[in-house]
């Protein structure tokens, strides 16, 4: 029997390998979510490529577009971190754009073809822990990296703020401590969580409309109501996808900048 | 059959199930959660994340920054350029405003020197005209006076001949002309008197 894949609203997120491969003993097929990865970096790449192909002075529209995503992020650098955050744009930009197309291209419904191989259904890579605890553990790691090269010893009065009286300091920098170690996992948690949770809904929703159509008679008629409620999610989710990737960025350039500006504190 | 053999059986049944579906991942809990994926997602995250990063920092942003720079650095020419020309309309507005000043009161100074010239030669003129009129005037005059004096020597004469002519006639001696002439002085000056 032919099993309709993705019945279920978690079957969306599972791991299909496509080819194996391993290096040693640990395994790093290429899978769905593999897939997704290199597609969204491909189009990326392919729409930079056609972008700056012709850098002009008066800019085309893909020219233009891509100038516009470089000053959005160039100025969200600029303003958070100030004149020394320029060695991290390309890091931010990067996270940034990788993120917001991992996020959206999720969001396209796979076209109902029968046959088409599992492994094609659209997915998002970011709605894994693991990937967005990898790049939340690679930005504290460059603000850590970087906050003891910049300041050396200087980086730890980031967990003492000038100015508090002697007996709070032992209180304030635990709890300077507990938030700095809790960084990466709510800035994972936070993307993971909101693809996580957005694409569940989704799912529930279409999943309503699916088993209320195929009940038939005048029960039909209440699919209605979770159809609108999946356009209205899907909207939402649009925005929920570039606001998080934006939020990304932003801690991001906030974590970085307390790297760069640790001593001054 | 015992219960055994029939939870064996389904067990069986559930395995081979679960061979079909490999591919699958057991539904059974979050996918997320399954560690088994775990290196593949960060390899390949590494992979695809490093290379864009890569391109990114070496080709695509230098490109863009480059082309925003030279945009911005032609339009501050342009606006360089712009200002340099407004400033030389300018320069050449206030030549051309000094230049017409400068024509202007030329102008007035030649008109002004050229009437004072001639207001002299007028006044020249006229003097000139003046004198050369009071001479002809002069000698006009003192002509008349000398045909005057002429004039009345001449009357003189002729009354003192006709005095003398008379006298002759009458007396049949002539007076001598210093007598004749005594006599028309003489009744010249009764007559007058």
């Known amino acids: ?265 | 059959m015992s219960v055994f053999a029939i939870v064996t059986n389904a067990a069986a049944a559930a395995a081979e199930e679960a061979q079909a579906h490999a591919a699958e991942a057991s539904s059974a809990g979050l996918p997320q959660l399954d560690p088994a994926w775990w290196p593949s997602q960060l390899f390949w995250l590494a992979v695809t994340f490093g290379f864009l990063y890569w391109l990114m920092s070496s080709r695509f942003l230098p490109a863009i920054a480059g082309a925003i720079e030279e945009r911005r650095d032609r339009i501050a020419d342009d606006l360089d350029q712009a200002s340099d020309f407004k400033r030389q309309a300018e320069d050449a507005e206030s030549a051309y405003n000094q230049a017409l000043a400068d024509a202007k009161a030329k102008a007035q100074s030649i008109a002004a020197d050229t009437r004072a010239e001639m207001d002299d030669e007028i006044a020249e003129l006229q003097t000139e005209t003046d004198a050369q009129l009071a001479k002809q005037v002069a000698t006009a005059e003192a002509r008349i006076g000398e045909m005057k004096a002429a004039a009345a020597t001449k009357v003189s004469e002729a009354a003192a001949e006709t005095a003398r002519a008379v006298v002759e006639t009458l007396i049949d001696e002539a007076p001598t002309e210093e007598a004749a002439n005594r006599a028309v002085a003489d009744a010249a000056a009764r007559l007058r008197g």
């Open chain 1, 1 to 265: 029997m032919y099993r309709f894949r993705a019945a279920g609203p978690m079957e969306q997120f599972e791991i299909l390998p496509i080819v194996d491969l391993h290096l040693g003993s640990i395994n790093i097929s290429l899978t769905n979510s593999a897939l997704w990865m290199i597609i969204g970096t491909g189009a990326i790449i392919v729409f930079f490529f056609a972008a700056t192909r012709r850098a002009a002075l008066i800019p085309g529209r893909l020219q233009s577009a891509a100038e516009i995503f470089y000053e959005f992020v160039s100025d969200l650098v600029r303003d958070t971190i100030g004149p020394e955050g320029r060695k991290f744009f390309p890091y931010v930009f990067t996270l940034f754009i990788w993120i917001l197309v991992s996020n959206l291209f999720g969001l396209f419904p796979t076209i109902p073809i029968p046959g088409l191989p599992h492994w094609l259904h659209t997915f998002t890579p970011t709605s894994h822990l693991i990937v967005t605890l990898a790049l939340a553990t690679m930005t504290i790691s460059i603000v850590i990296v970087y906050g003891f090269y910049k300041n050396g010893l200087g980086f730890f009065k980031l967990f003492a703020p000038s100015g508090l009286p002697l007996w709070l300091m032992p209180l304030l920098v635990l709890i300077e401590v507990i938030s700095f170690l809790s960084r990466p996992l709510s800035l994972a948690i936070r993307l993971f969580a909101n693809m996580f949770a957005g694409h569940v809904i989704l799912k529930l929703f279409a999943g309503f409309v699916v088993s209320l159509l195929s009940a038939g008679g005048a029960v039909m008629l209440f699919g209605i109501a979770p159809f609108f409620g999946a356009v209205a999610v899907t909207a939402l989710e649009f925005l929920v996808a570039a606001l998080q990737a934006y939020v990304f960025a932003v801690l991001t350039c906030i974590y970085l900048n307390d790297a760069v500006h640790a001593a001054d504190h």
